[in-house]
């Protein structure tokens, strides 16, 4: 998807809280603490977002954030699967501090995804969620993004895949510089 397409899908929230909330928590997965191979992305046993994975890792080496390109973690591993699809749910109970993990949960998450991600956390896993309402999966996350209706979810994941690489973490001498600019009054500049 070119920056073109993503600006079409962004036109659709474009000036409602939701366009806020997508860029926002893009920017939570694109500052996210992992190293490469550290953002797990897993989905539900119906519905693997195998889509976003192969959007987000375009989207990553486009941009040189190889840290964004995601580990598909898999409910069922075929068979003879190539090594990078054939990541199952014991990945999850691996996961540990400076890892990322990313669910994508159309509906409400099984009891098992809900108790891994709950492991994962405290572990010291970084949990991110897109849900469709997922107040338990919503609990569990350290950022979460709830998606009003099923049928967006695609979209979302469009946009999110294209907007995370372009956010990066502030450098601790970019941080003090803002905070002493906000006490000194100074303004902000623009985002």
Do not use: C
């Not at 797990?40 to 964004?68: K, M, Y």
């Not at 973490?169 to 002493?180: A, F, H, I, K, T």
């Amino acid at each position: 998807m070119n920056a073109e397409e993503t600006a079409l899908l962004r036109a659709l929230f474009e000036g409602t809280p939701f366009d806020d909330e997508v860029v926002e928590f893009a920017g939570a997965l694109g500052t996210a603490p992992h190293e490469a191979g550290g953002l797990l992305l897993v989905g539900t046993p119906d519905e693997e977002p195998w889509h976003f994975a192969a959007h987000l890792t375009d989207e990553a080496s486009w941009a040189g954030r190889d840290e964004l390109t995601p580990t598909l973690v898999r409910w069922q591993v075929p068979p003879n699967a190539p090594a990078h699809l054939a990541v199952d749910l014991s990945r999850l109970r691996e996961a540990r501090p400076k890892e990322t993990l990313l669910v994508v949960s159309p509906a409400a998450a099984p009891e098992r995804l809900l108790d891994d991600v709950s492991y994962a956390r405290r572990k010291g896993a970084q949990v991110l969620a897109i849900e469709t309402g997922d107040a338990d999966l919503r609990g569990l996350a350290h950022e979460s993004l709830t998606v009003p209706a099923h049928s967006y979810l695609d979209v979302v994941q469009h946009v999110v895949s294209a907007t995370a690489p372009q956010a990066r973490r502030r450098s601790v001498r970019e941080r003090l510089g803002r905070l002493l600019d906000g006490l000194q009054g100074a303004p902000r500049p623009p985002r």
